[in-house]
T-cell receptor, first 109, second 114 residues
Framework: EDQVTQSPEALRLQEGESSSLNCSYT??????LFWYRQDPGKGPEFLFT???AGEEKEKERLKATLTKKESFLHITAPKPEDSATYLC??????????FGQGTELSVKP | DARVTQTPRHKVTEMGQEVTMRCQPI?????VFWYRQTMMQGLELLAY????????DSGMPKDRFSAEMPDATLATLKIQPSEPRDSAVYFC????????????FGQGTRLTVV
């Protein structure tokens, strides 16, 4: 069965304190792994797509990496505006998009 | 500014009533997803379409939910009859024609069934 597990469920950081979010997955034939950011009351906002192990993508303070079993979202020197829920999703063969439960990130000034 | 548009944004209805949610995918996107989000379950895939054909609706309670794409610019999700446990935020997302492509989400419909 295709599964996505994110950890931790919640993460509280001080501004400038770097950390990483984890997304572990088991899927039959990975087509792509996606990271989204979701702010309260809004729909998920697309951040990154990763297709194969070893691939990395960066955007401002965020960097996503991928191995055959997991993906990490590294946050370098976070700011309060980075506070949000970060969602990981995988797309197996067949095309459906399966989401993890998310990591709620809070960055305090 | 290409975006997925969902209507209504909020809906309060009484138990037993029919609810219809609408989604306009991004022009040119041929994949449409319907998700339901709750605090307990997170984002659950209800159904998805490619080129207007339903590919998977196994996440949907078949006795009361139905999803259709009457044309390429409109997707609908219908609940009949609605129940309090259907209260959630319903999201529509659309994606492009590539084999693996990111999906772009609408702002959601917040449904409350009383």
């Amino acid at each position: 069965e295709d599964q996505v597990t994110q950890s931790p469920e919640a993460l509280r950081l001080q501004e400038g304190e770097s950390s990483s979010l984890n997304c572990s997955y088991t899927v039959s034939g990975l087509r792509g792994l996606f990271w989204y950011r979701q702010d309260p009351g809004k729909g998920p906002e697309f951040l990154f797509t990763l297709y194969s192990a070893g691939e990395e993508k960066e955007k401002e303070r965020l960097k996503a990496t991928l191995t055959k079993k997991e993906s990490f979202l590294h946050i370098t020197a976070p700011k309060p505006e980075d506070s949000a829920t970060y969602l990981c999703a995988v797309q197996p063969q067949g095309g459906k998009l399966i989401f993890g439960q998310g990591t709620e990130l809070s960055v305090k000034p | 500014d290409a975006r997925v548009t969902q209507t209504p944004r909020h809906k309060v209805t009484e138990m037993g009533q029919e609810v219809t949610m609408r989604c306009q995918p991004i022009l040119g996107h041929n994949t449409v997803f319907w998700y339901r989000q709750t605090m307990m379950q997170g984002l659950e895939l209800l159904a998805y379409f490619r080129n207007r054909a339903p590919l998977d609706d196994s996440g949907m309670p078949k006795d009361r939910f139905s999803a259709e794409m009457p044309d390429a610019t409109l997707a609908t999700l219908k609940i009949q009859p609605s129940e309090p446990r259907d209260s959630a935020v319903y999201f529509c997302a659309s994606g492009g024609p590539a084999q693996a492509t990111e999906a772009f989400f609408g702002q959601g419909t917040r449904l409350t069934v009383v």
